[in-house]
C-alpha cells in the first residue's frame, strides 16, 4: 500500500514538473499585461465569494494565524496607536480584524473589487466599526499623502502583480519613516504550483482558473532585492503554509461534503524551506528611502495622483 501512494504520489510530481511553466526572465522588470495571463478581479469580484462559506473559505481559514503574525509584528516594531493601510484588502478579511484589536487608530483600506469591497464594508458595519474606511483605488497610485501610515499590509497580493517594484515604491512613500510593510505571498516552487494551482484551480476547483499565474509568483530572494529597491530593509519572513487538515476540509469543502463552519484545519508558520508553498513576513521603510514630492497637491506627480474608481 506504501508503495501504491508512493508511486501514485511520483506519477503526479512528474506530471507537475512536466507542466510547470517556464519563469519571466526577469521577474522584477514590469510585465505587460500581454503576456501575463491573470484575472485579478472576476475571481474576487462577487460579495458571496467571501462569506465564509464561499470560494474564499480557505483565505477565512488562514486569516487567524496571519493577523496573529501581523499584530505581533506591528507590536514589536511601532508603538500605538496605529495607522494601518490594507493594500489589496479584498473582502476585508485582515482589516476588520485588526480593527477589533486594540491599538488600531485607523484602518484604510484599498481595492478594485466592487464586490469586495461591499462585503468588506458590510462587515465592518456589522460589526460597527467607525474606523475602517474602504475605497476602491489602485495600489500603483495610492491616493494618499507621503507618509500617512504607520503600517501597510499587502496579503495575497504580491503574487498578483505585473509591477512589484512600483507598488512597493507606492507602499514606500505611504508609510513614515521605520514604518512597517507587512505581507503573505506564494513561492514560485514546484509545490506551489502543484498545490495552488494544479490543486486549488484544476482538480479541487476551489477557485476560478486563473485567479493565479504561477509566473507571477515570487521568490523570497527576488522580492528581498525587490525591497531594497524600494527603500525597504530588515526583510525576514516564515514559512507559512496550509496544515493536512486545512487541505483534506477544502477539499472535501469544494466537493460539497463538508460545511464551512465544520471546518478546523488551519495554516502553520514555521522555518522557511525548499518546500513552502507561502511564506509571511515584513520589512521596514528606511529613514533613506528618498520621497517623491510632498503631494499636499495629490495630483503633482504619477505616483501622487488618486486612483479613479
Not at 458590510?122 to 474602504?134: G, K, L, P, T
Not at 529597491?229 to 461534503?257: H, I, K, N, Q, W
Amino acid at each position: 500500500m506504501v508503495f501504491k501512494f508512493f508511486l501514485v504520489g511520483s506519477v503526479f510530481a512528474c506530471l507537475a514538473f512536466y507542466l510547470l511553466p517556464r519563469p519571466y526572465p526577469d521577474r522584477l522588470a514590469v510585465i505587460e499585461e500581454m503576456n501575463s495571463v491573470i484575472d485579478n478581479v472576476r475571481a474576487y469580484d462577487a460579495e458571496e465569494r467571501w462569506a465564509p462559506n464561499g470560494s474564499q473559505a480557505g483565505l477565512h481559514l488562514l486569516n487567524p494565524a496571519r493577523v496573529k503574525y501581523f499584530d505581533d509584528a506591528i507590536r514589536k516594531f511601532l508603538q500605538p496607536p496605529y495607522r494601518v493601510l490594507d493594500i489589496g484588502c479584498g473582502g476585508g478579511l485582515v482589516s476588520n480584524e485588526l480593527a477589533a484589536l486594540p491599538g488600531y487608530e485607523s484602518i484604510d483600506g484599498i481595492d478594485l473589487s466592487p464586490e469586495a469591497l461591499r462585503y468588506a464594508k458590510s462587515e465592518a458595519m456589522r460589526r460597527d466599526f467607525s474606523h475602517v474606511r474602504f475605497q476602491n483605488a489602485s495600489l500603483y497610485s495610492l491616493p494618499f499623502k507621503n507618509e500617512s501610515f504607520d503600517a501597510v499590509v499587502m496579503s495575497d497580493v504580491l503574487e498578483h502583480l505585473q509591477d512589484i517594484v512600483g507598488a512597493l515604491k507606492e507602499a514606500s512613500r505611504v508609510l513614515r519613516p521605520n514604518g512597517l510593510l507587512v505581507f503573505d505571498t506564494i513561492h514560485r516552487s514546484p509545490m506551489a504550483f502543484i498545490i495552488a494551482i494544479l490543486g486549488a484551480e484544476y482538480i479541487v476547483r476551489l477557485i476560478p482558473k486563473g485567479t493565479h499565474n504561477w509566473r507571477l509568483f515570487i521568490r523570497p530572494e527576488e522580492l528581498e532585492e525587490a525591497l531594497k529597491r524600494s527603500g525597504f530593509e530588515g526583510y525576514a519572513y516564515d514559512g507559512f503554509d496550509a496544515s493536512f487538515r486545512a487541505l483534506g476540509e477544502l477539499s472535501l469543502f469544494s466537493m460539497g461534503m463538508m460545511q464551512a463552519k465544520n471546518m478546523k484545519g488551519g495554516w502553520t508558520i514555521q522555518a522557511p524551506s525548499s518546500v513552502m508553498t507561502s511564506y509571511i513576513g515584513y520589512a521596514t521603510r528606511s529613514m533613506l528611502a528618498v520621497q517623491p514630492e510632498n503631494c499636499e497637491d495629490s495630483t503633482a506627480s504619477a505616483n501622487c495622483q488618486r486612483a479613479t474608481a
